[in-house]
C-alpha cells in the first residue's frame, strides 16, 4: 500500500520504541526544478508522517542553505553526535538527497554509520527503510545525487557565464554610485544620491591621494558609507562595527579595503566585469580568478569616470609605495626577489659612518645561512645598473629596432618553448596521479563496506586522499591555465621597441617608470671556496620576458 508521501509499506510496528529525528536540509539549487522544498514544508510533511506511524520525535535537525556536498554542516553533525550518545535510533528524511549528494560519505553512514549504532533510516519520498530489503537502489540513488548537484552546479555556471556575456549586471546589491534599473534589473542606472561621491573618490586619486587620506577626507566631510546606504534602502540589516558603537557618527566611517576596490572597480568606466571567481565543485570552495580570466563586457551602463582617468588610477594605485622606518621610499618593493628561495629582498640602512642602503634575502634574515644565503646589494648599485640598462635597450632600439626585434623574438620563443614542454610534463604526471587516486577512494569504501578496515581508519585515508586529489585538481587547473596563456602569448617585438625608445634619455627612476617596465628583478648569488661573492642580476622587462643579466662580484 502507497500512502499519500510516496512511501510504500509502512507500519506502526514497535512504534514506541523509536526515538525518531527529522533531518531537513535546503541549498539555494533546490529551487531549480521549481519543487517546493522549504525547510518548512520538508518540517511538516515528516512531522504528521510520524505522528501517523505513532512515533515520538526528538529532535528536529535542519541545515539551511547548505549543499549536499558539503558533510560539515552544523545540524547534521549534532544529529550524528545524539547519535552516537544513544539519544536517537531513527532518522527520517524527506528523500536521500536531503541526507547528502555525496555519494561516498552519504553510503558510509547508511551502509556502516547507522547499523553500527542500531539507527533505522528513511528516506521518505525514495521508499527506503533500512529496516526493511527494499534498500538495493539506495547506492544507485546517491551516485545520480551527486550527479544531479553537478549538473545543476554547471547549469548555474552557464546561465550566469551567459549573463556575463551579454554584460549584465547579475550581483544582489547593485555598486555603491549605481542602482539597479526598475525595468531591468540586470541594468545600472547612475545612483544620483551616492554617485557624487564616487566621482569625488576618483578626483582625490587623480589629484595623488591614496586610500587612507580619501578615506579621512571623506570621515571629515560626513559622507555615509556604502553599508549605511544599501541598510537604509533595504538591501541589508547590517551595521557595521564603529555603527553600533556610535550609532550616530559610525555611519561616517569608511574601510581602506572599501575605497580600493571602488578604484580598482571597471564597473566604473561602464563596464560589466564578471566571473571574478570560481566555484571549485568537489572541495565546496570559492577562489578569486586572475583579472585576465575575467569577463569583461565594455559600454553596458552610463560611467561615472573617464576610461583614461580611470587608467591614470591604476599607475598610481600601482607605482604607490610606503616610506621605510627611514622614511625612504624603496623604489623596487614588489620587483626586487631572491634567486634561490624565491623570497622578496628587503632593504635597510646599514649602521656606518656613511650609512648605505643594502637589499638582502627575506629568509636570510629571518633564518640565517643555513636556509639562504644574503644576496647582498646596494640601492645605489641596483639603482645604477637598472636605469643603465633602460637608457642601453632604448639605445639599441633606436640604433638598430630590426635587430633588437628579432633577438627579441628569438629569446621568447626559445624561452616558451621550454616551459611549454616542461609544463605538459608535469600536467600529465599529475593527471596519472589523480586517476589512481580516483581509483583508491574506490577500493577504500569497497574494504570499509566489506569489513576490511575500520571506519576511523577509512575517514582517515579518505581525509588525506581527498585532500591530495583536491591539491592536484587545483595544481593542474592553474598548470592548464597558465599553458594556455603561454601559448596565446604572442611577441610583438616593434611593439617592444617603440616603448623603450622613450626612456633614451631618461636620468631619475621613480616607481611607476619602474612598475611600468619591470617584471621583476631577480637577484643570484654564488660562493666560491675563497669566500668570494658573486651576485647576477636578471632584469626582466615588464613588456616582454627577455632577460637581462649582469654580474656584480664582491
Known sequence: MMNTFGYTGMDTLLAGSFRAAIYCRLSKDDDLDGTSASIENQRDMLEKFCQKQGWEVTAVYQDDGFTGLNMERPDLKRMLKAIERKQVNLVITKDLSRLGR????????????????????????????????????????????????KDISKKVHSSYVQKAQKGQFTGCIAPFGYKKDPEDKNHLLIDGETAPVVRLIFGYALDGHGPNYIRRRLEEEKHPCPTWWNRKRGHRNIRTKWEKKDPENGRYVWDFSVIKEILMNPVYTGA?????????????????????????????????????????????????????????????????????????????????????????????????????????VEFDTLYSLVLNKIRECAAAALTDSEAVANRLTNTCEAEQK?????????????????????????????DMVAGRITEENFNLL???????????????????????????????????????????????????????????????????????????IEIHFNLKPIPEVEQVTD
Not at 533510516?121 to 548537484?149: H, Q, V, W
Not at 571574478?276 to 572541495?283: D, L, S
Not at 621550454?418 to 569497497?446: C, N, P, S
Open 102 to 149: 555525496n555519494y561516498l560519505q552519504t553510503g558510509q553512514l547508511i551502509e556502516d554509520f547507522f547499523p553500527r549504532n542500531g539507527v533505522r533510516y528513511i528516506a521518505m519520498n525514495d521508499g527506503i527503510d533500512t529496516m526493511r530489503d527494499n534498500n538495493d537502489i539506495a547506492p544507485f540513488k546517491n551516485i545520480l545525487n551527486e550527479m544531479y548537484s
Open 272 to 376: 560589466i566585469a564578471s566571473q571574478k571567481t570560481e566555484y571549485r565543485f568537489k572541495i565546496g570552495t570559492i577562489r578569486d580568478k586572475k583579472p585576465e580570466d575575467w569577463i569583461v563586457v565594455e559600454g553596458t551602463h552610463e560611467p561615472l569616470v573617464d576610461k583614461k582617468d580611470f587608467a591614470i588610477v591604476q599607475e598610481k594605485l600601482k607605482s604607490r609605495q610606503r616610506p621605510g622606518k627611514s622614511g625612504e621610499i624603496n623604489l623596487f618593493a614588489g620587483l626586487i626577489k631572491c634567486g634561490e628561495c624565491g623570497k622578496a629582498l628587503t632593504i635597510r640602512t646599514t649602521h656606518e659612518k656613511f650609512p648605505k642602503r643594502i637589499f638582502s634575502c627575506k629568509t636570510y634574515n629571518a633564518y640565517g645561512k643555513q636556509h639562504c644565503t644574503q644576496h647582498r
Open 418 to 446: 621550454g616551459q611549454r614542454e616542461a609544463m605538459e610534463r608535469t600536467l600529465a604526471k599529475d593527471e596519472e596521479r589523480i586517476e589512481v587516486l580516483e581509483k583508491m577512494v574506490l577500493r577504500l569504501y569497497e
Open 462 to 536: 579518505l581525509e588525506k586522499t581527498q585532500k591530495e586529489q583536491a591539491e592536484l585538481k587545483a595544481k593542474v587547473e592553474e598548470g592548464r591555465k597558465r599553458l594556455a596563456d603561454e601559448i596565446r602569448l604572442a611577441v610583438d617585438a616593434r611593439q617592444w621597441v617603440e616603448s623603450i625608445q622613450e626612456y633614451r634619455d631618461i636620468t631619475v627612476l621613480d616607481a611607476s617608470i619602474l612598475n611600468r617596465l619591470m617584471k621583476e628583478i631577480v637577484v643570484h648569488e654564488t660562493i666560491d671556496s675563497d669566500k668570494t661573492r658573486h651576485i647576477s
